[in-house]
C-alpha cells in the first residue's frame, strides 16, 4: 500500500506499507527527503555504506539523502518519506530537537529498537497518518504535519534514552547535536577538534568532557569515522580515482590517505575498490 500526499506548494508525503517496495534494491531518495523505515519482520539484513547490519523486528532507521543503502533480506516494512518543502527539521528543531540525532548527524544513520511499551502507541499513531492520508480538505496539511512532528518527537525520545542521553543537561545535549550536524556539514574540510570547538564557543576538553559521559567515541574518532564513511562510500558507489578521492576528501597525498583508510578497514583503498 502507498499513500501519496502533494501540496500546492511542492509539499510532499509518502506512506508505504509494502513488502517489495525495498527487497533486494537500493532505495532512490531525492537530496529533498528524509525517510523513516520501520522494520517489521523479525530479523532483517541492511548493507549501509557497504558493511551488513542486522535489525530486529520494531526496529527504525532515519536516513538522510547521503546514506546509501539496500536490504539484502526484508518482507515486510512501513515506510515515512516526506520532503523539506513538507516539514523542514532544521527550521523546526527548537520544536523537535533531532538535528544532529536523528538526522544530519555524524556518522551512520541512527538506529531506534521500540520498547514494547511504546509499540501500541506508534501503532496508533500510523494508523491515523493513513485515515488522514485518505481525508481531503483544507486542513489535511496541518494535520499531517502534527502527526510527523509527533512521530519524530517520539523517535527522539526514544533514541536519547537508548544511548544515555538522558543522563545529560539540555545544554549539553545541544552542543553534542550541534557537534555531530557540524561534523556533518564540514568533514571535509575540518579535520581537528579544534576547528569545531571554535564554531561551538567551546573549548576542546568542554567537549571532550560531555562526549566522555555518553560515548566510548571521543570528539577525533567521530571525525575520524565521518572522514572513513565517505571514503567508503566514493570508492564503492563511484568511479572516482583514490587521487580524486583523496584530494576531495583534503589528504596531503595519496600515501597519506592510504594510511589512514588502511588503520580503519585492513585493506587498502584500491583493494577495497576492487572488491566492490
Same mark, same amino acid.
Given at each position: 500500500?502507498? *499513500?501519496?500526499?502533494?501540496? +500546492?506548494?511542492?509539499? #510532499?508525503?509518502?506512506?508505504?506499507? %509494502?513488502?517489495?517496495?525495498?527487497?533486494?534494491?537500493?532505495?532512490?531518495?531525492?537530496?529533498?527527503?528524509?525517510?523513516?523505515?520501520?522494520?517489521?519482520?523479525?530479523?532483517?539484513?541492511?548493507?549501509?555504506?557497504?558493511? @551488513?547490519?542486522?535489525?530486529?523486528?520494531?526496529?527504525?532507521? /532515519?536516513?538522510?539523502? #547521503?546514506?546509501?543503502? +539496500?536490504? &539484502?533480506?526484508? +518482507?515486510?516494512?512501513?515506510?515515512?518519506?516526506?520532503? +523539506? %518543502?513538507?516539514?523542514?527539521?532544521?527550521?523546526?528543531?527548537?520544536?523537535?530537537?533531532?538535528?544532529?540525532?536523528?538526522?544530519?548527524? /555524524?556518522?551512520?544513520?541512527?538506529?531506534?529498537?521500540?520498547?514494547?511499551?511504546?509499540?501500541?502507541?506508534?501503532?496508533?499513531?500510523?494508523?491515523?497518518?493513513?485515515?488522514?492520508?485518505?481525508?481531503? %480538505?483544507? &486542513?489535511?496539511?496541518?494535520?499531517?504535519?502534527?502527526?510527523?512532528?509527533?512521530?519524530?518527537? &517520539?523517535?527522539?525520545?526514544?533514541?536519547?534514552?537508548?544511548?544515555?542521553?538522558?543522563?545529560?543537561?539540555?545544554? @549539553?545535549? %545541544?552542543?553534542? !547535536?550541534?557537534?555531530?550536524?557540524?561534523?556533518?556539514?564540514?568533514?571535509?574540510?575540518?579535520?581537528?577538534?579544534?576547528?569545531?570547538?571554535?564554531? *561551538?564557543?567551546?573549548?576542546?576538553?568542554?567537549?571532550?568532557?560531555?562526549f566522555n559521559k555518553i560515548s566510548t567515541n571521543t570528539p577525533l574518532q567521530i571525525i575520524q569515522e565521518r572522514r572513513m564513511i565517505e571514503a567508503r562510500r566514493l570508492l564503492k558507489y563511484t568511479d572516482?580515482?583514490?587521487?580524486?578521492?583523496?584530494?576531495?576528501?583534503?589528504?596531503?597525498?595519496?600515501?597519506? #590517505?592510504? !594510511?589512514?583508510?588502511?588503520?580503519?578497514?585492513?585493506?587498502?583503498?584500491?583493494?577495497?575498490?576492487?572488491?566492490?
Amino acid at each position: 500500500m502507498k *499513500l501519496n500526499y502533494k501540496g +500546492k506548494n511542492k509539499e #510532499f508525503l509518502e506512506l508505504i506499507s %509494502d513488502s517489495n517496495e525495498l527487497h533486494h534494491n537500493e532505495y532512490l531518495h531525492s537530496e529533498n527527503e528524509l525517510l523513516f523505515i520501520w522494520i517489521k519482520d523479525e530479523t532483517t539484513i541492511v548493507e549501509i555504506d557497504g558493511i @551488513e547490519i542486522n535489525l530486529k523486528s520494531n526496529s527504525i532507521i /532515519a536516513f538522510t539523502p #547521503f546514506h546509501k543503502f +539496500k536490504f &539484502l533480506s526484508l +518482507k515486510e516494512n512501513r515506510i515515512i518519506r516526506f520532503n +523539506k %518543502d513538507f516539514y523542514c527539521i532544521l527550521n523546526h528543531d527548537k520544536e523537535i530537537s533531532c538535528k544532529g540525532l536523528l538526522f544530519y548527524g /555524524a556518522g551512520n544513520p541512527p538506529l531506534i529498537q521500540i520498547p514494547e511499551n511504546e509499540i501500541e502507541k506508534i501503532e496508533i499513531l500510523w494508523k491515523m497518518f493513513e485515515i488522514e492520508m485518505k481525508s481531503k %480538505d483544507e &486542513l489535511q496539511l496541518e494535520m499531517l504535519q502534527t502527526m510527523l512532528k509527533r512521530f519524530i518527537i &517520539l523517535c527522539t525520545r526514544i533514541y536519547k534514552e537508548q544511548h544515555n542521553h538522558i543522563h545529560l543537561i539540555k545544554n @549539553e545535549l %545541544d552542543i553534542i !547535536r550541534e557537534f555531530n550536524y557540524q561534523v556533518e556539514t564540514h568533514f571535509r574540510t575540518k579535520h581537528t577538534v579544534q576547528e569545531y570547538a571554535d564554531i *561551538l564557543n567551546k573549548s576542546a576538553k568542554t567537549l571532550a568532557n560531555i562526549f566522555n559521559k555518553i560515548s566510548t567515541n571521543t570528539p577525533l574518532q567521530i571525525i575520524q569515522e565521518r572522514r572513513m564513511i565517505e571514503a567508503r562510500r566514493l570508492l564503492k558507489y563511484t568511479d572516482k580515482s583514490i587521487k580524486e578521492i583523496a584530494y576531495e576528501l583534503e589528504f596531503e597525498d595519496i600515501q597519506s #590517505f592510504s !594510511r589512514f583508510f588502511k588503520k580503519y578497514e585492513q585493506i587498502s583503498p584500491s583493494e577495497y575498490k576492487n572488491n566492490k
